[in-house]
């Protein structure tokens, strides 16, 4: 098994895989959008994206967004999508994952890394505590949406 970043060429196998993140949280399977998103990602460099790889084929995949923290001084980094394929689960890959965006978030000098994810996540919430992320209860979430 092998983490590394993604590139180019891995935007279809990469696309599947995120549509099926999308699915997860209940939105629609869109695979043209889904590329198209990705490919963006890849082109702008705007996020960092980490695969998990076994014999050519992407099974997991970690995206990354860049943040700044004003009050320290320094980037932080939003751990915004993981996900593994629901037949590569119980490899460690999710962990394998992560500690990859560790390493990111070490050799960017960064404060660390940040996530949201839904309390009905069970595999999320079970998974991130053991990775050595504290959930934060001293802050309130709000979030605004532009609705047309």
């Known amino acids: 098994m092998k983490i590394r970043e993604a590139v180019e ?15 997860f949280y209940r939105q629609s399977s869109n695979i043209e959008g889904a590329r198209d998103f990705i490919k963006d990602r890849l082109t702008f460099q705007d996020s960092k994206i980490f695969v998990a790889e076994e014999q050519d084929t992407l099974l997991g995949f970690v995206q990354l967004y860049p943040r700044f923290s004003s009050t320290q001084l320094k980037r932080t980094w939003l751990l915004n999508d993981l996900f593994v394929s629901p037949e590569a689960r119980g490899k460690q890959l999710g962990v394998r994952l992560i500690e990859r965006a560790k390493v990111l978030a070490v050799t960017t000098n960064s404060v660390g890394l940040m996530l949201e994810t839904e309390k009905s996540n069970t595999i999320g919430n079970n998974l991130y505590p053991k990775t050595d992320f504290i959930l934060d209860k001293l802050h309130n979430f709000y979030y605004w949406e532009f609705k047309k």
């Open 9 to 23: 060429d891995d935007l279809k196998e990469l696309s599947l895989l995120f549509d099926a993140y999308r699915v």
